[in-house]
């Protein structure tokens, strides 16, 4: 009736030793969560360390482009709504239904919360990983493609602008604020 128990192999070695520090980092984020300030201080600093790194090898330039462009894509997810109002107008059109837009835009319609298609967690979490990847990638001959620099940087600051710009015509367009500082806050007491 004894069954034979089964034999450890080296792939059951390994997937238990991932599991192990998976957790462990897992349970790391699961602490960190609350200190959002602590958290964007270290990153601003790893960040500013790579830069550094990049300016004192005066190389690397296309890893830190690449981490340029990864970061706008990530800052630009975050500012955005979850559920975008022009695609939701969009298709209103398109069914020949005249939609409302899912943002309020009066002050006897719903109130609906702002809802970020990226969340700060996520956000902080993947440019604090990719900032270290670039990191990490300054370490290799292999990375280090010679480039024309200051092509790069011009290139970066127009696609920034035009994005940004873009972006700020579509908060204004459909009325929304991706950030809490400034908004009204009520009090409970009030009894409202």
Known sequence: MDAPEPEAT???AVTAQTSRVSR?????????????????IGTAALLLLFLLRIVLSEGWYIVCYSLGIYLLNLFLAFL?????????????????????????????EEFRPFIRRLPEFKFWHSATRAITIAFACTWSELFNVPVFWPVL????????????????????KYRYVPFSFGKARYNNRSGH
């Open 10 to 12: 080296p792939f059951s």
């Open 24 to 40: 462990a980092y897992q349970s790391y984020l699961d602490k960190a969560t609350p200190y959002v300030t602590y958290r964007w």
């Open 153 to 172: 940087v011009v290139y970066w600051i127009i696609l920034f602008t035009l994005t940004m710009r873009r972006q700020i015509q579509h908060m204004i």
């Open 80 to 108: 955005q709504p979850k559920f975008d109002p022009s695609l939701s107008q969009d298709e209103g059109l398109e069914d020949g239904d005249s939609a409302k837009s899912p943002l309020p835009t009066t002050r006897d």
